[in-house]
């Protein structure tokens, strides 16, 4: 075998006016499709005027070589960055441009061709949203504040250690929806009743679980040995949950096998949620 | 003016295999390059057999009309879901498989073409670390815990409410990073030094700021009225602030003018940071 360090890694850049966030996920959802092949990839944001892109284009160009051809994810739509950019000797995949025009043809509008839409604070209603719903969500985590439960839009319902909390952090980051979250604890497992703060919500509960070994493994690092980490404590708490789950028709998602934003988008489409986007 | 209900709006459907987020945020991105255009959006995520592609183009081509044609976003990757919804009458924007194409090309290897590498948990190894990245975040949020500011890969400084927590969340959420959060009370405004706490840290702190109006703004909604709201106390902090920065050489940005996503980019530029995407 080859030591690692002579095996051919092809040079990925994402570019971008603003942060690069979409070029980054698109083009790494892209990647993913290429599991046999080494990346090193390079995010350069804020590329704003023609100057910065040449020399973005040099420093691209210098990663060229006979063996190896860098791919060049851009979502820049300025168009004078644009001119300079795909000057580039690299694979240049345009994310924005080419889709465009396609979009002007059918609206029958030209498009602003400026990175205006493309930063600051968007909509600043719905950002204004999201960062209220961060708070929220930081303010009712794990049962901390009983109190304002009325207001959430969702409650989280789960035995320790399932992943609530960040669940609730990406619902209320990416989505700006008012979360709050219950742990239930062993007191609350041993009835097929609701705990009474969360009793009048049901229709506004999700449920959360896990399988028992992912969970003694997750709870084993806080606190190893300990009961509360055992595989028997683990299966029992988790029985139980799905028990009190289905008595109250409560949905629920197994996030052993999902990653935060499959459960959010789960989440939003079981209860009907729509972000403001 | 005619009635809001009469605007003619565009429909724009995002389609995924997976949680639709990339289709809905590069889709949203072209839009905001059409602001004089309204549109009415939909999700439909998760779409991952040809049974459940036909009855989306089904859906899709009602909302068809003489006058206006919808707008469709794609992120679909697997062949046979696609070759289903190419067929709408509806604009299909490709964001995926036209790009696919010209990278096999640059690679000289073969997409996978199905969605194996659209879901699940990813690098299991990345998305552990954001997790506990979130965990980390959450208990140092506020400066609630300074043990172990010795772990932090980065610690956001500035006078209350100036947007650290939603950073913080954002920068451990979306980048795996450990981020603490510590406040500047009055106390330490008084001094040029930096706090105790982080005083050894000086070169892992990175400072926030705001403009005096946005700041009592913000403050007013949490305490109408009150000496900490007003807009003599906020100029002061901030000025405060941003000497304490500059003496200890600790970069800082302004929270009024830049979402958190254009923030984390600049703070992760600015310390060489990277995440593991």
Redesign the interface.
Known sequence: MSAPDSVTE?PVFFLAG?????A???G??????????RFR?R?I??ITTPEIARQVVAEMDEAMTDAV?P?VFS?V?DEEVRTELVKTKC?F?D??G???D??ER??H?N???NR???????DPRR?EQ??KA??YA?EH?DGQSLRNLAQAELILVAPSRC?K??TS??LA??HGIRVANYPLVEEDLHSTHLPRPIRDYADRCFGLVSTPARLSQVRSERRPGSTYASLAQCSYELRRAEALYRAHRIPSINSA??????M???IM?TRHM?NL?
């Open positions: 092809t603003g942060t690069g966030i979409s980054e996920t698109l790494n959802l892209m990647l993913n499709q290429f599991p046999s092949v990839r995010k944001p804020f051809t791919l979502t739509a694979a995949i994310l924005f080419s889709h465009l396609a979009i059918v609206l509008v498009a602003s061709h205006a839409g493309l930063h600051g604070l968007g950002y999201r960062m961060i708070e930081m985590d992943g909390t960040p952090m990406y980051l990416q096998s999902m990653s935060v934003e499959e959010a988008a789960v489409q729509s986007a």
